[in-house]
């Protein structure tokens, strides 16, 4: 038996754009149509109107080609229009390809779109059976896990009920739980867990990572590298319908997060506080070598670049007191990074100019941090800006061993450290505890 799931080979999908595949016409509108042909081209020639030679068409893959062995977890990254869904829907049979072909060697288990693959008209207990039963399962393999199911979706009190009724919240949790609990031999996850809350978000992660544990196949589609990173040991980057890069996780995490995102204009924000007197125009992340950036690895440097106008004719640094705030995705501070614990005495003209804030090395596990911001002049409070943009972490192997730190079970902080065996102990402790290892 062939150690590979899933091969791509030279896949392409082409779209046509602003087309709309033309009705059968009877004679009678044919011969209509012919009475007209003159009128059309004296338009088209005379009246400006261009004659379409080509119909206009979008390739959304191109050429993509890869490989993927039994019980890897590969991960699928790229931005909004990279081709990512389009090649999920054509490994799950859902489009077929323009070119090329992918091969699936078992049974898939797919979750798209919230509520993929569920009747409206039928129960959640009946939508249940019916996804079952297109996975290729016996009744009673279904009825075996029919309780887990259930209970994993947190929907118990409604599983009787058609589940058009059922809110966008709902329709995930049991449509995920059935993709996740029913045994596919390979399971297909788009980016819809965003839809779900915090809690119900960690316990998918949670259950995918089973899953990867009992050594099944996963692709997964994410835009939020920190659980790409955590659940996958490959990564496939896609960009305009092309494979970018593919290998491991960390090696094309890294690339991925150093491509140029763009300064965020803060101009336009008008849920600001202060007098006005300057404001904080534009916040731009950027890496050591001044490149623009939207992601950061655990231990790397990040340059945070703050564009500020001012109606003074001159501006002091030393003199502002400016506060940047890291939040949580509750909005709780996590750290704070200020003019007050790192002055400088860098003398800058009024008008505009930028202040620059280096962090030699970003001590954080992986989160998507908000960046909260503060600014008074010479007692005068300027200006304030929440959540004026946000700083991806992502995990890296930072202390060298394998195992790298997750924000939800080691909290927030990474700080260096080591350990002894055997050292003395301080003098105001009487004994010594000794740990050993085996072997």
């Given at each position: 038996?062939?150690?590979?799931?899933?091969?791509?080979?030279?896949?392409?999908?082409?779209?046509?754009?602003?087309?709309?595949?033309?009705?059968?016409?009877?004679?009678?509108?044919?011969?209509?149509?012919?009475?007209?042909?003159?009128?059309?081209?004296?338009?088209?020639?005379?009246?400006?109107?261009?004659?379409?030679?080509?119909?206009?068409?979008?390739?959304?893959?191109?050429?993509?080609?890869?490989?993927?062995?039994?019980?890897?977890?590969?991960?699928?990254?790229?931005?909004?229009?990279?081709?990512?869904?389009?090649?999920?829907?054509?490994?799950?049979?859902?489009?077929?390809?323009?070119?090329?072909?992918?091969?699936?060697?078992?049974?898939?288990?797919?979750?798209?779109?919230?509520?993929?693959?569920?009747?409206?008209?039928?129960?959640?207990?009946?939508?249940?059976?019916?996804?079952?039963?297109?996975?290729?399962?016996?009744?009673?393999?279904?009825?075996?896990?029919?309780?887990?199911?259930?209970?994993?979706?947190?929907?118990?009190?409604?599983?009787?009920?058609?589940?058009?009724?059922?809110?966008?919240?709902?329709?995930?949790?049991?449509?995920?739980?059935?993709?996740?609990?029913?045994?596919?031999?390979?399971?297909?996850?788009?980016?819809?867990?965003?839809?779900?809350?915090?809690?119900?978000?960690?316990?998918?992660?949670?259950?995918?990572?089973?899953?990867?544990?009992?050594?099944?196949?996963?692709?997964?589609?994410?835009?939020?590298?920190?659980?790409?990173?955590?659940?996958?040991?490959?990564?496939?980057?896609?960009?305009?319908?092309?494979?970018?890069?593919?290998?491991?996780?960390?090696?094309?995490?890294?690339?991925?997060?150093?491509?140029?995102?763009?300064?965020?204009?803060?101009?336009?924000?008008?849920?600001?506080?202060?007098?006005?007197?300057?404001?904080?125009?534009?916040?731009?992340?950027?890496?050591?070598?001044?490149?623009?950036?939207?992601?950061?690895?655990?231990?790397?440097?990040?340059?945070?670049?703050?564009?500020?106008?001012?109606?003074?004719?001159?501006?002091?640094?030393?003199?502002?007191?400016?506060?940047?705030?890291?939040?949580?995705?509750?909005?709780?501070?996590?750290?704070?990074?200020?003019?007050?614990?790192?002055?400088?005495?860098?003398?800058?003209?009024?008008?505009?100019?930028?202040?620059?804030?280096?962090?030699?090395?970003?001590?954080?596990?992986?989160?998507v941090y908000g960046i909260d911001l503060w600014l008074a002049y010479r007692g005068g409070f300027c200006d304030a800006v929440l959540r004026a943009g946000e700083v991806t972490v992502v995990t890296s192997n930072y202390f060298g061993t394998g195992h790298v730190p997750v924000r939800r079970k080691h909290g927030a902080a990474v700080i260096p450290h080591s350990w002894s065996v055997g050292s003395p102990a301080p003098a105001s402790i009487s004994t010594v505890t000794h740990w050993?290892?085996?072997?």
């Amino acid at each position: 038996m062939s150690d590979l799931a899933i091969r791509v080979d030279g896949l392409s999908k082409r779209y046509r754009i602003g087309t709309r595949p033309e009705r059968y016409k009877t004679l009678r509108d044919s011969l209509a149509g012919l009475t007209t042909v003159p009128s059309r081209l004296r338009r088209r020639v005379f009246g400006g109107e261009t004659l379409r030679t080509e119909e206009d068409t979008f390739w959304a893959l191109k050429d993509v080609s890869f490989e993927v062995k039994w019980g890897e977890v590969v991960g699928i990254i790229g931005r909004n229009g990279a081709g990512k869904s389009t090649l999920l829907k054509v490994l799950s049979r859902i489009t077929e390809p323009t070119e090329g072909y992918a091969d699936v060697f078992g049974r898939v288990g797919s979750l798209l779109e919230v509520g993929t693959g569920f009747h409206p008209e039928l129960t959640g207990r009946e939508n249940v059976f019916l996804n079952g039963a297109i996975l290729g399962m016996r009744r009673s393999e279904i009825d075996q896990k029919f309780d887990e199911i259930v209970d994993f979706a947190e929907v118990e009190k409604f599983i009787d009920t058609p589940v058009k009724h059922y809110s966008s919240g709902m329709y995930l949790r049991l449509a995920f739980a059935v993709a996740a609990h029913l045994e596919p031999e390979i399971l297909v996850v788009d980016e819809v867990l965003a839809v779900g809350d915090t809690g119900f978000q960690r316990k998918c992660l949670g259950r995918m990572q089973k899953i990867a544990d009992e050594g099944r196949t996963v692709l997964f589609v994410s835009h939020d590298m920190t659980a790409i990173s955590h659940l996958t040991s490959r990564v496939v980057w896609l960009d305009r319908g092309c494979v970018i890069k593919e290998g491991h996780t960390e090696k094309v995490v890294a690339e991925y997060c150093k491509q140029k995102t763009g300064g965020i204009d803060l101009r336009h924000r008008r849920d600001r506080q202060g007098d006005g007197t300057i404001r904080i125009d534009s916040l731009t992340l950027l890496d050591e070598e001044g490149n623009e950036v939207g992601q950061v690895a655990t231990g790397e440097s990040l340059v945070i670049a703050l564009g500020y106008r001012s109606e003074l004719r001159e501006v002091v640094v030393r003199d502002l007191w400016l506060d940047m705030r890291f939040t949580d995705p509750l909005n709780a501070p996590v750290t704070t990074f200020s003019t007050r614990f790192a002055p400088t005495e860098v003398v800058r003209a009024g008008g505009a100019g930028t202040l620059t804030c280096t962090i030699p090395r970003v001590m954080l596990a992986d989160e998507v941090y908000g960046i909260d911001l503060w600014l008074a002049y010479r007692g005068g409070f300027c200006d304030a800006v929440l959540r004026a943009g946000e700083v991806t972490v992502v995990t890296s192997n930072y202390f060298g061993t394998g195992h790298v730190p997750v924000r939800r079970k080691h909290g927030a902080a990474v700080i260096p450290h080591s350990w002894s065996v055997g050292s003395p102990a301080p003098a105001s402790i009487s004994t010594v505890t000794h740990w050993e290892g085996e072997g």
